[in-house]
């Protein structure tokens, strides 16, 4: 499979503690994006990169979300102090800057906190 | 920002009818408009998009049209088959910034 891959598909984990997920975007994709996606909801965008540059950081839902695209390539995003309300489904998604706007998404990191 | 308004939220139709779901968004700077079908459990995927300068895409069974002057969009799938049940999203780009505001989805059922 050669589209947006992200690691891990499931994540459980105890309230307070500290998570991180991986996208690995299209290859020659130099956009990147993060969303949040609720049960019954549209994603909800939280932050993109061009390349290694993070262009849009003010909807991050709290100073507990961070995310980074150190060479350009992959993503992490990082959430801290986990709370309940973080439980949801993390979507990434890839798109070439020019031409074709596309987004193609990865099948997502569906994180529960207990 | 940017603010996208989808409906109806459930609409169940029979096989081989049409369906129409239908999007408004209040940027009126926002310039492309892409239609997502996520099935359960799965990713949401691209079926159709439009941008501004066009008024009407067509691809087989799927339809999208625009109105920049209504700031509205609509989706018509013609021929419904059961295979086409799953959640639909709209989405808007805007101008200002690069990022996909989506609509709170349409669950489609097509019943046999």
């Known amino acids: 499979d050669t589209g947006v891959s992200q690691d891990p598909r499931h994540k459980i984990t105890k309230r307070g503690q500290n998570v991180t997920f991986r996208c690995d975007p299209i290859?020659?994709?130099?956009?990147l994006y993060w969303y949040r996606q609720t049960l019954g909801q549209g994603p909800e965008f939280l932050t993109y990169?061009?390349?290694?540059?993070?262009?849009?950081k003010s909807r991050l839902l709290s100073d507990r979300f961070s995310a980074e695209r150190p060479k350009g390539s992959f993503s992490t995003l990082e959430i801290q102090r986990t709370e309940q309300g973080d439980s949801a489904m993390y979507l990434c998604?890839?798109?070439?800057?020019?031409?074709?706007?596309?987004?193609?998404f990865g099948q997502g990191t569906r994180l529960t906190v207990v | 920002g940017e603010n996208v308004e989808q409906h109806p939220s459930t609409l169940s139709v029979q096989e081989g009818d049409s369906a129409v779901i239908k999007c408004t968004y209040s940027d009126s700077a926002s310039n492309y408009f892409p239609w997502y079908k996520q099935e359960l459990g799965k990713r949401p995927q691209l079926i159709i998009d439009?941008?501004?300068?066009?008024g009407e895409k067509k691809d087989q069974r799927i339809a999208v049209t625009l109105n920049k002057t209504a700031k509205h969009f609509s989706l018509h799938i013609t021929e419904t088959q059961p295979e086409d049940s799953a959640v639909y999203f709209c989405a808007s780009l805007g101008n200002a910034g690069n990022m996909l505001t989506f609509g709170g989805g349409t669950r489609l059922m097509v019943k046999p």
């Open positions: 439009i941008r501004s300068n066009v």
């Open positions: 290859s020659e994709h130099n956009r």
């Open positions: 998604a890839s798109s070439l800057a020019t031409g074709s706007t596309e987004a193609f």
């Open positions: 990169f061009q390349n290694e540059a993070q262009l849009e």
